[in-house]
Every structure is written in structure tokens, then in C-alpha cells.
């Protein structure tokens, strides 16, 4: 008799809560990057989501998205410019441990980090939670975006 093929905790893993993420067509000079925001089940789910790829390198999720509403838009106040939101998230761990690659274009939008970015990632998820934010971790000079923390749900 052979012994059972553990099961993937990826595999495993399911979106839940709410998750909005966007970024604006105009005033990128204070607003630069993506935005993320998600109510408390959205961020558990994400922070879940961190756990079970630091497990399984190369791997991905896509994690479908809601647009953000009134309330989280209301938070970084950037009502000059126009909002692009994301229907679809996809993350990724390389095992690059500084990678940092946030495109600003594609729906989904592809995220794809090193295992270095894992802290600062569930440190702004648990602020989001905590009705924190208004920082952004990432971005370089070669158009790779940071990403914004806000709260407001």
C-alpha cells in the first residue's frame, strides 16, 4: 500500500471577502501604482494566499476582483483623476528573492514577487485590516508599479 500524495496547500486555497484593486489615468506623480484595498475576509483570504505560495515556488492564483466602490475611492481622495480598476489579480513567488514586477498594464494584473516581499506584503494586508494604509511598498524605475495600501470598506 503507498502512501497518500500530500495535497497542495495552493490547491487548497480559495478567494473570499471583498478585493478591489486600480489605479488612476491622471495625477500618477501623487498617485503612482496600483491600489489595493479589501474588507477583513479579503485580506484574510490574501494573507492565506502568501502562505500557501511561499510553499510552492513558480506557482500562481488569480484572484478575481470587485471595483472599488465609493467608500475605498473616498480614502486616497484622488477625484481628478479617472480610475482603471482590475476585474482579476494574479499572484505569483518567484524564487528571485527581490523580484518585484507590477506591470501597469493587463487585466488580470500580474503581480510576481521574491520571497523578500512576502513581510511587507502581509504587513500592508493586516494594516488594510487594521484601517491602516496610505503607503506603498515596491516599483522601480524600469515601469514595474508599486502598490498602495488603503482601508475603507
Not at 499572484?91 to 523580484?99: E, I, N, R, V, Y
Request: aromatic share 10%; net charge positive.
Amino acid at each position: 500500500m503507498t502512501a497518500p500524495k500530500p495535497v497542495s496547500v495552493l490547491c487548497d486555497w480559495k478567494p473570499s471577502g471583498r478585493i478591489s484593486l486600480w489605479r488612476y489615468a491622471g495625477n500618477t506623480r501623487h498617485y503612482p501604482g496600483w491600489h489595493l484595498n479589501a474588507d477583513a475576509a479579503g485580506c484574510r483570504s490574501l494573507i492565506d494566499l502568501l502562505d500557501a505560495l511561499a510553499t510552492e515556488y513558480g506557482r500562481y492564483r488569480t484572484v478575481p476582483l470587485l471595483p472599488p466602490g465609493a467608500a475605498q475611492l473616498r480614502v486616497p481622495d484622488n477625484r481628478r483623476s479617472a480610475c482603471i480598476a482590475a476585474t482579476k489579480l494574479q499572484w505569483m513567488l518567484s524564487d528571485a528573492t527581490t523580484l518585484w514586477r507590477f506591470p501597469p498594464d493587463g487585466d488580470p494584473a500580474v503581480l510576481t514577487v521574491g520571497s523578500d516581499w512576502l513581510a511587507p506584503l502581509r504587513r500592508g494586508l493586516h494594516d488594510i485590516a487594521r484601517g491602516r494604509g496610505d503607503y506603498c511598498i515596491g516599483g522601480d524605475r524600469n515601469g514595474n508599479l508599486p502598490l498602495w495600501f488603503w482601508w475603507g470598506s
